[in-house]
C-alpha cells in the first residue's frame, strides 16, 4: 500500500486544480479557458476571454442560454428576468444573444474566472430547478385537493416512511392511510424525475415485503407515456395510477378519490 504524506496532500491538491483548467489562444487577442465543468450532455462549459483597446471581457458568447434551448427550455419573459437576475447576482451583464459578460479593466484573477463559471453552472441548471419547483407545486396542489376530500376521522400520516428498514427515512411516500385491510401509500407525481423516484420507493416497499397497497396521483402533463407505464406496472394495479388536476377544485380529483374508495380509505360522499 503506497503510503500517503500528508503534508504533500495540498500540493497535490493544487496541482491537480491547476491541471483541469486550460487557458488557450482562439486567434488575435482572444482565448478559451477550459475547466472540468460540464453540461449534462456532456458538453464542456464555455468560457472566453477578449482582450481589446478599452479592455478585458470575459464571455460564454451565449452557449449557457444556448443549452436551454436544447433542453427544449424558452426563453419566456419570466425566464429572462431569471436570467437577468442570475447574471446580475454574480456581478455580470447580459449582452447579445443572451451572453454572460464580464468587463474587465485589467486581466482576470481566479475569483472573476469563478464568478462567470458559476453563473455559467445556474443558467444550466435552470430547467431541472423549474422542473423541481414545478413538481413540488403540484405534490402540495394535489395534497391538500385529497385531505380536502377524506372524511374527518379519516387517520392518515404525512410524509410517511416505513420504519424498521434501514434507510427507510429515504423512501417515502406523500401520504399513508391504515385501513381496514392492507394500509395505502399515496405518491403524487409532476415530472419524470419524480415518477422514477416513486417507481424506486415502490419497488422498495415490494423488496421489504411492505403491505402498503400504492397509489399514485400524475400530473396530467407532467409524464410521459413510458413513465406512466413504469408506474402502472410497478403499482401491479393499473387503476391505481391516475391524473390529478389540481386546477380543477375537487372534480380534478374524481380519480384518486375512486381509487382510495376502492382501497377502504374513507372518503367524503359527493
Not at 141 to 166: K, T
Request: contains cysteine; proline residues 6%; glycine residues 8%.
Amino acid at each position: 500500500m503506497t503510503q500517503v504524506v500528508h503534508h504533500d496532500i495540498p500540493e497535490q491538491i493544487k496541482r491537480s486544480l491547476c491541471d483541469a483548467f486550460s487557458v488557450d489562444p482562439t486567434g488575435p487577442g482572444e482565448w478559451i479557458i477550459s475547466s472540468p465543468f460540464l453540461f449534462r450532455d456532456g458538453d464542456g462549459f464555455p468560457l472566453y476571454l477578449h482582450h481589446t483597446s478599452v479592455g478585458w471581457t470575459l464571455t460564454d458568447h451565449g452557449s449557457a442560454a444556448a443549452h436551454l434551448f436544447f433542453d427544449d427550455f424558452d426563453l419566456n419573459e419570466t425566464r429572462l428576468r431569471h436570467l437577468e437576475a442570475l447574471a446580475a447576482a454574480n456581478g455580470l451583464e447580459i449582452a447579445n444573444q443572451h451572453a454572460l459578460v464580464r468587463n474587465l479593466t485589467k486581466p482576470p484573477d481566479a475569483y472573476d474566472i469563478a464568478d462567470v463559471l458559476l453563473a455559467i453552472a445556474q443558467v444550466g441548471a435552470m430547467p431541472h430547478l423549474q422542473a423541481e419547483r414545478s413538481d413540488t407545486g403540484f405534490r402540495r396542489g394535489a395534497r391538500a385537493a385529497v385531505l380536502g376530500i377524506l372524511e374527518p376521522g379519516q387517520h392518515r400520516v404525512e410524509n410517511w416512511s416505513p420504519d424498521g428498514h434501514p434507510n427507510g427515512g429515504l423512501w417515502p411516500a406523500d401520504l399513508w392511510f391504515p385501513t381496514q385491510g392492507a394500509p395505502v401509500a399515496a405518491f403524487f407525481v409532476g415530472n419524470t424525475s419524480r415518477a422514477d423516484r416513486v417507481t424506486s420507493t415502490i419497488n422498495q416497499y415490494w423488496r421489504w415485503n411492505r403491505q402498503e397497497q400504492p397509489v399514485v396521483g400524475y400530473k396530467r402533463d407532467g409524464l410521459t407515456s413510458p413513465s406512466i407505464s413504469r408506474l402502472q406496472e410497478v403499482a401491479d394495479d393499473d387503476s391505481a395510477v391516475v391524473p390529478i388536476d389540481i386546477s380543477a377544485d375537487l372534480t380534478g380529483v374524481l380519480g384518486v378519490r375512486r381509487v382510495l374508495i376502492a382501497k377502504g380509505v374513507n372518503v367524503q360522499a359527493t
